[in-house]
Each structure stands twice: as structure tokens, then as C-alpha cells.
């Protein structure tokens, strides 16, 4: 059992009973803290696959931002306990099971189709000079997928304008005059 | 050193689980959490397929999906707040009209 099958198999462990968890807990708060732990240890299996860049992308704006946007809107709701209701037992009755095949399924086909043996990697970092690393990231990114990126800061420019024009108290009604 | 496949395995239970939890929970903000999930199961096999063809294309795609993500969690948190303040319930289940 090598050291790469070792530590996949912890940060897997981690992301799953985080999954699990989310799942599992009732309080929106909980489901939040445990999708952090899923991205944590997503972010050590990139590591893993010697994507260093993307490891830290995915702590600073998943785990960092985007988590901390979900908590503040948690918090600014008061959200509290889910209750439970005729539809969510029918959702329970179908979606436990769907789950459940519809992951054995990716799991039986993969497994029987890909030749397990036949595709080895996982690379800890330092052994793959010069392939994920930052500088080759971003010479690709700005050279051959210029385009995207720049239209990804027209996306992200629409997005804030949505969110401001959205979250942004509605007008109040002029006050009448008195006559 | 860990098969290709063991990554996929793993990515699809992820991606299962925020179906999952897409359809179980009824609090919209757990909803929203749950597509989060979906996506980064999904990253998951974008990294593992680049590092096993070498090729990085496939990391430029995470960052992208990244993008989206935070761009559709930003508006998706907008339109949950102006939600709950014209209907004062986060439970989808009572959320079911276009018009008050």
C-alpha cells in the first residue's frame, strides 16, 4: 500500500462522511460546515493529483469565499431548523435509494470498464516539475483560453450587479402629498 | 500510486450525494449547498482526467466552473434573501406560487 494510496484514502474518507453529513445534519449551519471539510479534503486530493494551483484556488474561493457568503446569508435569515413535511418523506422514500444506485452504478461501470491496473498516477508535489504548477496555469490561460477569461469578468461583473440589484431593499412608495 | 478510477469512484459518489440532497432537503439554502456539492464532484474527475492525460486543459476547465459557481452562489444567495423577505420561509415546500 503505497503512500499515495494512503492518503487518498483519508482525504476520500473525509469528503465522504462530510457528503454524508450534509445529508444527514437538519441545521443549514452544520451542512455548511461540513460542505467546508468536503472542500478541504477535495482540495488535498488535488494536491494529491499535482494540481497545486487548483488545491489553492479551491481553499481562497470555494472553501474560503463562497463558504463564508453561504454562512453570512445563513446567519442574516436566522435560518433554523428544516421542518419536515409530507414532500420531504416522499423525497426521503426516492432520493436515499436513487442515490445509493445511482452511485453503485458509476461505481460498478467505472470499476468494470476502465481496467483499474491500467491507469496508475497520483503524484505527490515536487515530482511533477513544471506541469501543474502556477506558471504553466496561467501561460495557458492566457494564451490559449484568453477569450473565455475575459468573457468570465463580463459574467462575474453581471453577477454583482444581479446580486446588488436583487438583495437591495425594494423602493419605498413616494410618500403621498396631503392635500 | 491510485488508479484513475478510484478518483471517478469518488467523484461520482460525490455528484450522487448533492443529487441527493437535492432532492431530500426542503431548506433552500441546503439546496443551493447541495449543487455546490454536484459541482465539486465534478472538478473532481476534471483534475483526475488532466493529470491522467497530462493534459492541463482540463484545470483551466475547474477554474472556469469555479467562476460560475461563485457567480451563481452570489445571485442564488440574492434571489433566497429577496425570497424570504416578500415570503418569511426558507422551505420550499411553501414557496410554490409565482405572485403573492
Known amino acids: ?179 | 500510486m491510485v488508479p484513475l478510477s478510484y478518483y471517478l469512484v469518488l467523484s461520482g459518489f460525490l455528484f450522487a450525494c448533492g443529487v441527493a440532497g437535492f432532492l431530500i432537503k426542503r431548506n433552500i439554502i441546503t439546496i443551493f449547498m447541495s449543487i455546490e456539492l454536484m459541482l465539486n464532484g465534478v472538478n473532481l474527475s476534471f483534475v483526475a482526467f488532466a493529470a491522467h492525460w497530462h493534459a492541463l486543459a482540463g484545470q483551466i476547465f475547474v477554474f472556469f466552473v469555479m467562476v460560475v459557481a461563485a457567480a451563481e452562489a452570489a445571485v442564488g444567495l440574492a434571489i433566497i434573501i429577496a425570497v424570504y423577505r416578500t415570503r418569511e420561509t426558507l422551505n420550499v415546500d411553501q414557496v410554490n406560487l409565482l405572485k403573492l
Request: glycine share 10%.
Open chain 1, 1 to 179: 500500500m503505497s503512500v499515495h494510496l494512503i492518503l487518498f484514502l483519508a482525504f476520500g474518507a473525509v469528503a465522504v462522511a462530510g457528503a454524508v453529513n450534509l445529508l444527514a445534519q437538519t441545521h443549514p449551519i452544520n451542512s455548511a460546515l461540513s460542505l467546508i471539510a468536503v472542500m478541504a479534503a477535495l482540495a488535498g486530493e488535488y494536491l494529491l493529483l499535482g494540481a497545486e494551483f487548483v488545491a489553492a484556488v479551491q481553499v481562497i474561493v470555494y472553501a474560503g469565499a463562497i463558504m463564508v457568503l453561504f454562512v453570512f446569508t445563513i446567519m442574516l435569515l436566522n435560518a433554523g431548523v428544516e421542518e419536515c413535511t409530507q414532500g420531504s418523506r416522499v423525497a426521503v422514500l426516492f432520493g436515499i435509494p436513487g442515490m445509493l444506485l445511482g452511485s453503485i452504478l458509476v461505481a460498478w461501470v467505472v470499476l468494470r470498464h476502465s481496467g483499474t491496473e491500467a491507469v496508475l498516477m497520483g503524484v505527490l508535489p515536487g515530482q511533477t516539475k513544471g506541469w501543474g504548477d502556477p506558471a504553466a496555469v496561467g501561460e495557458l490561460l492566457f494564451h490559449d483560453f484568453l477569450l473565455p477569461f475575459e468573457i468570465t469578468s463580463v459574467l462575474i461583473l453581471i453577477a454583482i450587479m444581479g446580486a446588488v440589484v436583487l438583495a437591495s431593499k425594494p423602493p419605498t412608495a413616494p410618500a403621498r402629498k396631503v392635500d
